[in-house]
């Protein structure tokens, strides 16, 4: 894979660049019996790149993770994941899921969690094997896990759990890696350890990151481009050009302001939509839920 | 009669060949059966097999067939009435109770030996036929294949579910085909140690061995050689008493290796060192 050097301070690449983008999507929409999730996506994703995925509850941001997953197909347009479409299995794309407890008592050490993200789709009983091993060691040394690796999986802190889930999507060493809300109920500090790490891998290896997140200030720094999901429109762009009170008042057609403090985003005035910055707060998803929550409503953060 | 005579008999060979295939079997699954919160549904499903196996009894005159059937019939079921654990829980507490019911009745329609009713809830393991122990090698082969061929997706879809379907792996099919093995299993075990006992080889080997390590290879390898030593070994301590149903030996020693792994794995938790970061509070 060539390895693009020099600084990333140049956000918006242009689609025509040499390389094959990372993922591509071509006129993508999603269509359910009786909505539209979105629809007329076009997006390149180059290599390296961290587009956040924002948008209110329900508005189709873990859809897109599915289709570059190959879980879902497209109601119209086409998608491509390193060139190709995309299919179940993929060593292409890594995946983090929501930051959700383990079980106490689960006969799993953070070791064998890694190592399914390597061959745990395949069939037949995985047999011990050195490449597969030193594989697994380095990716858990590449996240700093190394010291609990062994310990059984369910006993970790929830940060410890999340790094270990990096590991486990980053083991396959894909050329995108899809983040599903990753952040959630992690404290800041472990927020910013975990956002770090996948910033310190993208630039490494260029991988592509696709970012899902309610919450954009934490990875604020490391943004490239911000995809924001409404309803059937859709706004992209670098944090400049779309995280504008103008912007955002189109898309959700309703008057919003947008106010910079501090290094912060602060979004203001979202109808009807939970959404924007409050600081570490929680969310709580339903386990196993293909669909986001009902939205709570606007409320003021502290 | 010595231990020597009793392996002499053709009728305790059978009985020690049936022990072990449904150790290996059940010591297999059991961790499964743990991690996907299963337990009820190995219970759901060794008492209905007593339904069907009554049911057997009545039309097929074979038992065993009857409740083979019976529990692919009950595989289905369960799968079909839901995947979340708390809905298929009640559903099965549903099904369960009005199918003991028609066990019962079906029961009363039965004018053999009352013999053969009793060994269906407390197991027959000392009357073998050879007819049914090629049925239980079938079976027992036929599960060991599958878990051999689906052992690594099953897995990873009973730990790490949502990030399995991300790779591909088919969660929902994949917990149908596990529920299928788990009615051959625990049908093939209520042969054993009866249907009111089945837990004791499906759960309870397990169970301990997963007080005892975290690592998946070492958990299976416990659980089998527990049950292993569960139904084998209930099976000899019963040539030395005859007029204690093997059952009881070997829901016992089950329960002693359990009573055992508790104890120990207290101790070896608290001995194995953790790093103290992971012990101290997420906080900052």
Not at chain 1, 226 to 254: C, I, K, M, P
Request: proline share 5%; aromatic share 6%.
């Amino acid at each position: 894979m060539a390895k693009e050097s020099g600084a990333r301070s140049d956000t918006a690449r242009p689609s025509s660049s040499v390389t094959t983008p990372a993922v591509r999507l071509r006129g993508a929409g999603i269509r359910f019996a009786d909505r539209e999730l979105w629809g007329d996506l076009d997006i390149d994703v180059v290599p390296g790149e961290f587009l956040a995925v924002l948008g209110p509850n329900g508005s189709g941001k873990t859809t897109l993770l599915k289709v570059l997953l190959g879980l879902q197909e497209l109601s119209s347009g086409t998608a491509e994941v390193g060139g190709r479409r995309p299919h179940l299995g993929s060593h292409l794309v890594g995946y983090v899921p929501q930051q959700k407890a383990f079980d106490r008592d689960l006969p799993i050490r953070g070791r064998d969690l890694v190592r399914l993200g390597l061959d745990g789709h395949r069939w037949l009983i995985g047999l011990p094997n050195a490449a597969v091993r030193h594989r697994v060691h380095e990716a858990i040394e590449a996240v700093g896990a190394t010291a609990y690796a062994d310990a059984p999986i369910g006993l970790l802190s929830g940060g410890e759990q999340q790094r270990l889930r990096l590991a486990q999507a980053l083991v396959g060493d894909p050329e995108v890696l899809l983040c599903d809300e990753p952040l959630l109920s992690l404290d800041l500090r472990r927020q910013q350890e975990a956002v770090e790490l996948i910033d310190q891998r993208r630039r490494a290896n260029d991988t592509a990151v696709l970012f899902v997140t309610h919450e954009i200030n934490p990875i604020l720094p490391f943004v490239d481009r911000v995809l924001y999901l409404v309803g059937n429109r859709w706004a992209l762009g670098t944090l400049d050009e779309v995280l504008t009170g103008e912007r955002l008042s189109q898309l959700f057609g309703a008057p919003i302001d947008v106010v910079r403090v501090g290094g912060r985003v602060v979004i203001a005035g979202m109808p009807d939509e939970a959404h924007g910055e409050h600081g570490a707060a929680h969310h709580h998803h339903a386990a196993d839920d293909d669909h986001e929550p009902p939205a709570g409503r606007w409320r003021p953060w502290a | 009669m010595g231990l020597g005579d009793y392996l002499g008999l053709p009728f305790f060979q059978h009985a020690l060949i049936a022990a072990t295939l449904v150790a290996i079997t059940c010591g297999l699954i059991g961790p499964f059966v743990i991690t996907r919160g299963a337990a009820f549904a190995v219970h759901g499903v060794a008492e209905m097999s007593f339904t069907s196996a009554v049911a057997g009894l009545v039309w097929l005159h074979d038992p065993v067939l009857g409740a083979l059937l019976g529990s692919i019939v009950m595989a289905g079921a369960i799968g079909l009435l839901g995947a979340r654990q708390r809905e298929r829980d009640s559903a099965i507490g549903v099904t369960l109770a009005f199918g003991l019911g028609v066990g019962i009745f079906l029961l009363g329609h039965y004018h053999g030996s009352i013999g053969s009713a009793y060994s269906i809830l407390f197991g027959q393991i000392l009357g073998i036929s050879d007819d049914q122990l090629w049925l239980l090698l079938g079976v027992a082969g036929g599960v060991l294949i599958t878990m051999l061929l689906i052992y690594r997706r099953l897995f990873f879809a009973s730990i790490d579910p949502e990030v399995a379907e991300a790779r591909g792996v088919r969660v929902r099919a994949i917990g149908l085909v596990f529920l299928l093995i788990l009615s051959l299993t625990v049908t093939e075990a209520a042969q054993i140690v009866g249907t009111l006992l089945v837990l004791s080889l499906a759960i309870t080997p397990a169970a301990a061995a997963l007080r005892l390590s975290a690592r998946p290879v070492a958990v299976a390898v416990f659980s089998i050689v527990f049950a292993l030593i569960a139904a084998d070994g209930g099976l000899l301590l019963n040539t030395q008493a005859e007029n204690v149903s093997p059952s009881v030996f070997v829901t016992s020693i089950s329960f002693g290796i359990y009573l055992i792994a508790r104890v120990g794995g207290h101790w070896l938790r608290g001995r194995r060192s953790r790093p103290p970061a992971a012990l101290g509070p997420t906080g900052p």
